[in-house]
């Protein structure tokens, strides 16, 4: 599913932000990337949906071979990959219903499509009373729930959440790490972005830890001890 072959990423003039990371995560699993910031967690994430390139090594994604993409092709590639950010990246002046619609929309999907697949992701993170609402009158915990239904709507072999906890309050942390438990049972391969210890010790799942742009080690069932 996703496999990182040797892979290093350095940033101009010379910072090596990955450092020769080999690592091999398969369809269906929950998996944390863990580590203290700075220590190449998001240049990891951002090297799976293709947002970096690797400048040696190969990435290899859902059968796409991210070090040989072509631009056009990332479109594609991405519909594979949903991705959750810290701080939500809704649209403020777009009603929730809109805001998941509007992924759909620039996708190129039908409007009938549009309007089966907006309440049924809504049901899934069980907003569907609030599909009317504007972000700012939704909680954080809820604006995170709309972002992963966001998330949700091309049906993405992957999920990869990079810190969807950091602006959240421990019991609105809780519900999200439950509802991605939910997607990756589903089948979905989860991989989670965090420097938050008692989430990944929580989870009882694959731990793969970052230091200095390395991997330092990789547990199943595994505890964040760094």
Request: proline share 4%.
């Given at each position: 599913m996703i496999r990182f072959k040797n892979v290093t990423k350095i940033y101009h003039p010379n910072v090596a932000a990955v450092r020769d990371?080999?690592?091999h995560i398969k369809a269906g699993e929950f998996v944390s990337i863990v580590g203290q910031s700075g220590t190449g967690k998001t240049t990891l994430a951002k090297l799976m949906f293709a947002e970096e390139h690797p400048t040696e090594g190969?990435?290899?994604?859902g059968g796409w071979d991210i070090t040989r993409?072509?631009?056009?092709?990332?479109?594609?590639?991405r519909?594979?990959?949903?991705?959750?950010?810290?701080?939500?990246?809704?649209?403020?002046r777009k009603t929730?219903?809109?805001?998941?619609?509007?992924?759909?929309?620039?996708?190129?999907?039908?409007?009938e499509r549009v309007r089966d697949i907006v309440p049924q992701v809504l049901r899934i993170v069980n907003l569907q009373d609030k599909a009317d609402r504007f972000p700012r009158q939704l909680s954080g915990g809820e604006?995170?729930?709309?972002?992963?239904?966001?998330?949700?709507?091309?049906?993405p072999k992957?999920?990869?959440?990079?810190?969807?906890?950091?602006n959240l309050d421990t019991i609105n942390t809780r519900e999200i790490m439950e509802l991605l438990r939910k997607i990756n049972e589903f089948g979905t391969t989860v991989v989670l972005v965090t420097h938050n210890r008692e989430v990944v010790n929580g989870l009882k799942k694959r731990v793969i830890a970052l230091d200095g742009g390395r991997?330092?080690?990789?547990?199943?069932?595994?505890?964040?001890?760094l």
């Open positions: 990371v080999s690592l190969q990435v290899v994604v993409i072509r631009e056009r092709d990332v479109p594609l590639l519909r594979q990959i949903g991705v959750v950010f810290q701080d939500f990246k809704l649209l403020q929730v219903a809109e805001n998941i619609a509007f992924a759909l929309e620039v996708s190129g999907l039908p409007l604006q995170q729930r709309i972002a992963i239904a966001r998330a949700l709507v091309h049906r992957i999920l990869l959440a990079d810190e969807p906890t950091g991997i330092v080690s990789d547990v199943e069932e595994g505890k964040y001890r």
